[in-house]
């Protein structure tokens, strides 16, 4: 079975911190993605790697970057939190290619105060 | 870009069939996914669609209409483990596999 792995489930950072989120799979799979989930907006695509040390951003880059030196492991990364990035945040990974789909890590809810 | 647009909230009955409607505008085109959210859980994959037409896998069907831009995902002999979150995908036709997501559809499903 596929598995994607993130590093929390549950964190809770101050307004400033810089904040790691780390993603983790175990089947070779060439794309990795970051997601967020907010009510009422559903999925966005923050950043997206297909290969080691590439990335290309997505949909909502502003405030985040990422890092993926190794092909297992895709980390995102806020330099300096905000209250507007708290958010349910997803990794997902997939072969690549368009018809294949994507698995999703189980997310890290993440709280800014 | 993208505009993807699928109802917010259904409600059906156990052992019923239930249609839930996406439609979409896009410049490129690569095909439409559907995944299946629980709550607190993370989305998993149900079906993948390129081609016009119907794909049955058990209980879940879904169609296309490319020339329509619009799909639907069909699920029949509902059960109450089906109440979940139902979420439309369109990836776009960059050379990279990027998915673009609808707001998703809240399915209850009551006895």
């Known amino acids: 079975d596929v598995k994607v792995t993130q590093s929390s489930r549950y964190l809770v950072k101050r307004t400033g911190e810089k904040v790691f989120l780390e993603c983790v799979q175990d089947?070779?799979?060439?794309?990795m993605f970051w997601y967020r989930q907010d009510p009422g907006l559903g999925l966005r695509l923050i950043y997206f790697?297909?290969?080691?040390?590439?990335?290309e951003k997505g949909d909502i880059p502003e405030g985040y970057s990422v890092s993926r030196e190794k092909k297992e492991r895709f980390s995102l990364i806020l330099e300096s939190a905000s209250t507007n990035q708290t958010s349910m945040y997803l990794c997902?990974?997939?072969?690549?290619?368009?018809?294949?789909?994507?698995?999703f890590g189980p997310g890290t809810r993440l709280t800014v105060t | 870009g993208q505009n993807i647009d699928q109802p917010t909230e259904m409600t059906a009955t156990e052992g019923a069939i239930v249609q839930i409607n996406c439609t979409y505008q896009?410049?490129?085109?690569?095909?439409l996914f559907w995944y299946q959210q629980h709550a607190g859980e993370a989305p998993t994959f149900l079906s993948y669609?390129?081609?016009?037409g119907l794909e049955e896998k058990g209980r879940f069907s879904s169609f296309l209409s490319r020339s329509k831009g619009y799909s639907y995902l069909l699920l029949k002999e509902l059960q109450m483990k089906d109440s979940a979150s139902y979420l439309c995908?369109?990836?776009?036709?960059?050379?990279?596999?990027?998915?673009?997501f609808g707001t998703g559809t809240r399915l209850l499903v009551s006895p």
């Open positions: 997902a990974s997939s072969w690549a290619g368009s018809s294949y789909e994507q698995y």
């Open positions: 089947m070779d799979h060439e794309n």
């Open positions: 790697s297909y290969d080691v040390k590439m990335k």
């Open positions: 896009t410049s490129g085109f690569n095909g």
């Open positions: 669609n390129v081609l016009d």
């Open positions: 995908a369109v990836s776009e036709n960059t050379g990279f596999q990027k998915l673009v």
